[in-house]
């Protein structure tokens, strides 16, 4: 016997979702439909709030509810500290150690030219003219060192490289993560010890 319309329309839904399968799927939509009426509401707003709340920060590409996001305004950070990262997951794996109090952009990506992407395509160009113009950076400070902190990968090291390079000419400190973090791997399975090590560990960029 066939789900119900509406069952089988939120149970192809689901299945969009990354890692969500079929059967997933259908243990979800059923566990939905067992909710309270005033729970699955709750649910449903809570999406809608994610679409029509959650934005990019304006300065450094963190998804945030507030614009600027709550790090670029927090009172304490280190400003003159930037740490590039590829993904919001990447900063909230830096976040939970604790130890960085710097701040944060994100490039929303990497350098892929198989895959056609190139640095017009990230954020790369708004890093620039953080560092470019000071009064585009969070509260007004010139920006004194970029740590790179992308992951360890052939697209990411492409990347390094023209950051640094970039970086460079406007003689900035230019520092990325020491290779505690193995070659290959992604930043948001790293433990926060070796977050932590990476990031205490980090070396200038040759030039």
Excluded: W
Aim: aromatic letters at 4%.
């Amino acid at each position: 016997m066939s789900n119900p319309q509406p069952v089988e329309r939120l149970i192809e839904r689901l299945t969009t979702l990354p890692g969500i399968g079929r059967r997933s799927a259908e243990r979800m939509a059923f566990a939905i439909l067992k909710m309270p009426r005033e729970e699955a509401a709750a649910l449903a707003q809570a999406i809608m709030d994610l679409k029509d709340r959650v934005r990019h920060c304006r300065i450094c590409f963190n998804l945030t509810d507030v614009d600027p996001c709550a790090i670029c305004t927090a009172p304490g950070r280190d400003r003159t500290q930037v740490l590039v990262v590829e993904a919001p997951r990447d900063l909230v794996s830096f976040e939970s150690t604790g130890l960085f109090r710097g701040v944060y952009h994100v490039l929303a990506g990497q350098i892929d030219p198989l895959a056609g992407i190139g640095p017009g395509d990230l954020t790369a160009g708004a890093l620039l003219d953080r560092v470019d113009h000071p009064d585009h950076h969070c509260g007004g400070e010139r920006i004194q060192e970029v740590i790179l902190g992308l992951n360890p990968t052939l697209e990411g090291d492409s990347t390094a490289l023209y950051l640094a390079e970039e970086l460079a000419r406007r003689g900035v400190r230019v520092s990325r993560l020491a290779r505690g973090i193995p070659s290959g791997s992604q930043l948001e399975y790293a433990s926060a010890a070796v977050l932590a090590d990476a990031l205490a560990m980090r070396r200038d960029v040759a030039r």
